[in-house]
């Protein structure tokens, strides 16, 4: 689990395909010292696990799904990419709860100052856009954003001078792909009214219950 606060950036020093998938190394000496093998960290908002150190970077590996479904697979040597280690239990919540389970690949369409801030504009696809709402909140390579405005086919957010100083996202192309990942409460709100609604994507082994007991469930953690 994350926040969304990108502790620092990284740049890839390897890229390179592998059987099933893909192992990249990034390098951060000062990030990675207070790390170990097995931990989960993120990258790009994509949650990876470290597997080696070397001099001062550190390698993990990426699945053929993760390939497919994130732009890790176009990063190359050079690369900046955004980091940020895991969330401790005892760790204040900055941003909003991130699992690193990206939900879709969007486009930087625009990118305009606005006295201290900078606006940016983004296209997302379908399935990430019915979860985004005004004032809401956003992964996006990682990086926890408040939606500003919402449109038919993507989203706006006013970002800050810390926020752009610390992360990839003043280094972005227009037309270059992001990572998204919607507010996960968003979407098991979706999950538990389209239960309650009888919607065809609720299981059909399932009976149709009511709502306070779904609610029930959800405050017992399923049990």
Wanted: aromatic share 6%.
């Amino acid at each position: 689990m994350f926040t969304g606060l990108i502790e620092c950036e990284g740049v890839v020093t390897r890229a390179e395909r592998i059987a099933g998938g893909m192992r990249i190394e990034v390098y951060a000496p000062e990030f990675g010292r207070d790390m170990a093998i097995g931990d989960s960290i993120a990258v790009d908002g994509t949650c990876l696990t470290v597997v080696k150190f070397i001099r001062g970077a550190f390698l993990t590996d990426v699945s053929a799904e993760t390939i497919e479904r994130t732009t890790l697979g176009r990063l190359t040597q050079g690369a900046k990419v955004n980091l940020e280690r895991a969330l401790r239990l005892s760790d204040r919540l900055g941003g909003h709860l991130v699992s690193g389970h990206v939900d879709g690949v969007g486009r930087l369409e625009l990118r305009q100052t606005a006295g201290k801030f900078t606006v940016y504009q983004f296209q997302a696809p379908a399935n990430v856009m019915e979860y985004v709402v005004e004032k809401g909140s956003i992964a996006l390579d990682g990086i926890s954003l408040t939606v500003a405005k919402v449109g038919a086919q993507g989203f706006t957010t006013a970002v800050i001078p810390q926020t752009e100083a610390l992360t990839t996202l003043k280094d972005k192309a227009i037309g270059e792909p992001v990572n998204l990942e919607a507010d996960m409460l968003a979407k098991y709100v979706k999950r538990f009214v389209g239960s309650y609604m009888g919607h065809d994507d609720a299981p059909a082994e399932q009976p149709r219950r009511g709502l306070g007991e779904l609610l029930k469930d959800f405050a017992d953690g399923g049990r």
